[in-house]
């Protein structure tokens, strides 16, 4: 199970490109709202979650999270104690983080790219503390996966793809989708 949390404010392209990308994949994606079930993107899009930050439980069934940046969604994101819990998890069980745009200075703060390659959306590098910024579009390093923003969006859903099923998967899916 892969569990995308969406907080008020979040970039619906970095949210929904990957969500579409891993369900074409057959993979099992839950949506999770920050602090309530409908939420609203930093473009005024409302999206209906399948559930709550309350409702969530870590169990060894989670195979990856998914976390969207935007304004003022990644701040948002932070606060919540479900995504810190989220992220702590994932991390001390070896499970996939996934972080585009400015998300990745989530898991920067928490010092889990110290020493790993790593990128965002411009102006957001700083808060990448230890990691070696890229800049390139999407980068995968161990089990975090991180990517520049919405432009990247497809990409990081495909790579998302690749880390859970094989490169073979992700290219399928990349050319049914006719992104070559």
Do not use: W
Request: proline letters at 3%; charged letters at 25%.
């Amino acid at each position: 199970m892969i569990l995308v949390f969406l907080a008020n404010g979040f970039e619906e392209t970095e949210a929904v490109a990957p969500i579409d990308i891993l369900r074409r994949n057959g993979q099992e994606v839950v949506t999770v709202g920050i602090g309530e079930e409908v939420i609203t993107s930093s473009h005024g899009i409302t999206v209906a979650t399948d559930t709550t930050e309350i409702d969530i439980a870590f169990s060894d069934d989670i195979d990856m999270i998914v976390l969207p940046g935007g304004m003022p969604g990644t701040l948002n994101l932070e606060k919540s104690k479900a995504v810190q819990d989220a992220v702590d998890f994932c991390a001390a069980n070896g499970k996939y983080i996934g972080a585009i745009c400015a998300a990745p200075s989530i898991l920067g703060k928490k010092g889990l790219l110290k020493g790993k390659r790593a990128t965002c959306f411009p102006g957001f590098e700083d808060f990448l503390e230890g990691a070696q910024f890229t800049g390139e579009p999407v980068e995968l390093d161990g089990n975090i996966i991180t990517a520049r923003g919405a432009g990247a969006a497809i990409e990081f859903g495909l790579k998302l793809v690749e880390v859970l099923s094989g490169k073979a998967a992700s290219d399928k899916l990349r050319e049914a989708m006719r992104c070559v």
